[in-house]
């Protein structure tokens, strides 16, 4: 996935894209560009690696360069997770025609443009990426009308794009076009920006327009003019408020954002529990806009979700069967919209995802909606993809979640859905009122049991200095908190490259077992409930294989096979996984830290996978 910012406006452009960027850079950072007008000649710059290399490289004189024709400038700039050819100067955007008339930014991936650049032979290409394909194709279709040249040329595009284009041939305007990309429209005071999403533009407006699939159009300094290929007419866009703030992007004193989001989930919790529960009563307001009748009627729930929102899906199986009382199917999105699911009637499917943006939980939601089942979002950017397609959307309200590891949206998405199974069971009466009660109130406790967990991490710390020089780790946990232990073992993967794995504890036994010595640490959930017992015969099992044995667990659980012990606050048991999760979270991050890992950009990673 990559990030793509454009500007219109009397703001000086070097910095308003070199400034998007780097909010951007979370999306993808392996090259990056931007491309400005100048005396009506188009100026590219790009560089391998990170924004702070390609603003290094900018001529000082264009640092203060500021288009003096009508006091107006305007400019596109890109930060790339390569898709199609390798990450190097050559394959960065922007991508320019064989004329230089033409500048390209793009997101997405054109399926088919291999066979359109069959049809291009006479063109010079530079690069191996599809997007350079999409310049030289405006090259070809342009004859004197930008618009028609774009219109003509994405009904050509199979797969994914958001585009945006300025041209020395019509130099006062940007050009955008988007389809299963994101590409939102930023209002400003007598400025307008483009960009992949609201972050890189909050520091100048809070005013979006969140443009729809076959959408195109123009940006000038006075006004906004959106199609869409569906329809020859202008098209009229809402524009929305987005309540984000400026300081929520920045890092506010801590070493990584991904800190810094662990520290914020008592807050976000708090806030995502008292906005819909009112002391007994649980409320919903707009986000469900399912009748009481439809939810009262669903027989079976099916979750789809990508990595750790996939982990989320697994925690809410256990809970949705404990409070519904009926069967709760779950797979990732990747898996889901290639095999050949039996959807029945009366099924309720859930997309869970943070960014709304991810291409296989996103494919997955337009198969079921053709079954005409009702769909329920669970996500965190209000007007992406997700947020406009499903039926309804619980927004998590975590604020922006800039680690590309995911940490207060995971703990968001299970307290939401929690809150909406306990709604639900209680209009299918499938639960009682004392167990109903029971659990609201463990839920309540969350945010203060996690504050508790913050207030000292020093044990956690000591742990990640004996162990994050080893090599291979394994989570084992048992039900409800086995998909956290599969969450643990991602979060040390994708942050500190270290080989990790998640595993049932029960099924150790049946081969994994064998991956045990004394050089192996065993992360195990060892938390009060009805499996406890279970967990300690696995506890032996490892133990007697001479594994360093690294335990979560409550007051007053003993067991000699701990050798490392993680004391928790005690919850029911229900409710334990949003707790657990956390000390994981910061086990990954300190041994990550310790092998100065580029925690909130790790290697091969991007914050939404926007393309399969
Ligand atoms: C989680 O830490 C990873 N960044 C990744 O697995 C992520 O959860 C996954 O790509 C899904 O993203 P989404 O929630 O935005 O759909």
């Excluded at 940006?219 to 020859?232: D, G, R």
């Excluded at 697994?314 to 409070?323: A, D, I, R, S, T």
């Excluded at 299970?414 to 167990?435: D, E, M, N, P, W």
Aim: hydrophobic content about 40%.
């Amino acid at each position: 996935m990559c990030g793509i910012i454009g500007y219109i406006g009397k703001r000086n452009i070097i910095e308003v894209l070199i400034s998007g960027l780097k909010h951007l850079e979370y999306r993808g950072y392996d090259s990056s560009g931007i491309a400005i007008l100048k005396e009506n000649k188009i100026l590219r710059y790009r560089a391998t690696g990170k924004i702070s290399k390609l603003e290094s490289s900018l001529p000082t004189s264009l640092i203060s360069h500021q288009e003096s024709s009508n006091g107006y400038s305007l400019g596109i700039g890109h930060t790339r997770w390569a898709t199609h050819g390798k990450p190097s100067e050559e394959n960065a955007h922007p991508h320019i025609d064989c004329n230089r008339n033409f500048v390209i930014v793009h997101n997405g991936i054109i399926e088919n443009f291999l066979e359109l650049k069959s049809k291009l032979q006479h063109h010079k290409f530079s690069s191996e990426t599809d997007t350079e394909v999409v310049v030289h194709l405006i090259e070809k279709n342009y004859n004197g009308n930008m618009l028609e040249a774009i219109k003509n040329t994405i009904k050509l595009l199979e797969g994914s794009y958001a585009i945006v284009l300025i041209s020395r041939l019509e130099p006062q305007k940007l050009f955008f076009a988007r389809k299963d990309s994101p590409l939102i429209i930023g209002i400003g005071e007598d400025e307008t920006f483009i960009a992949s999403d609201v972050i890189s533009m909050l520091g100048y407006t809070n005013k979006f327009i969140f443009l729809e699939n076959y959408d195109y159009g123009e940006i000038s300094n006075t006004e906004i003019k959106i199609y869409n290929l569906n329809s020859e007419k202008l098209q009229q866009r809402s524009v929305n408020i987005v309540n984000w703030t400026p300081q929520m992007i920045e890092k506010s004193g801590f070493k990584h954002f991904m800190l810094k989001e662990i520290y914020e989930q008592p807050q976000v919790l708090r806030e995502n529990i008292t906005a819909r529960v009112f002391s007994e009563e649980i409320v919903f307001s707009e986000e469900i806009k399912f009748t009481k009748k439809l939810l009262k009627n669903i027989q079976k729930i099916l979750i789809i979700g990508c990595g750790t929102s996939y982990h989320a899906a697994l925690v809410c199986k256990y809970f949705f069967e404990h409070v519904l009382k009926i069967p709760v199917e779950t797979d990732v999105g990747s898996e889901f919209r290639y095999r050949e699911c039996i959807l029945q009637k009366n099924t309720l499917v859930i997309f869970i995802s943070q960014s709304g943006e991810t291409a296989d939980t996103l494919a997955s939601l337009r198969i079921v909606k053709q079954y005409k089942l009702p769909t329920l979002g669970v996500c965190n950017v209000i007007g992406s993809s997700l947020f406009r397609e499903a039926d309804s959307t619980i927004y998590i309200r975590c604020g922006p979640e800039i680690g590309v590891a995911s940490t207060k949206a995971f703990t968001g998405q299970l307290v939401c859905l929690y809150i909406f199974g306990l709604y639900l069971a209680k209009i299918k009466q499938t639960i009682s009122q004392k167990r109903y009660i029971e659990l609201l109130n463990s839920i309540y406790k969350v945010p203060t049991y996690i504050e508790q967990i913050l207030s000292d991490t020093s044990y956690i710390k000591q742990l990640a200095k004996m162990f994050y020089t080893k090599h291979d780790f394994l989570y084992l946990a048992r039900g409800i908190n086995y998909p956290i232990a599969l969450e643990g073992a991602l979060k040390l993967k994708e942050i500190s490259y270290i080989h990790a794995e998640g595993y049932p504890a029960g099924e150790m036994k049946h081969g994994p077992i064998a991956l045990i010595d004394k050089e192996m640490p065993v992360v195990i959930i060892a938390t009060k409930g009805s499996l406890l017992q279970k967990v300690f015969s696995n506890l032996e099992e490892v133990k007697s294989r001479e594994a360093k044995v690294i335990a979560l667990t409550n007051y007053g659980v003993e067991s000699k096979s701990i050798d490392y012990k993680l004391v928790l606050p005690e919850t029911d048991e229900f409710v334990s996984p949003i707790l657990n999760v956390v000390p994981l979270q910061l086990l990954a991050y300190y041994i990550a830290d310790l092998l100065n890992r580029e925690i909130d950009q790790p290697r091969n990673l991007a914050k939404s996978v926007t393309v399969e």
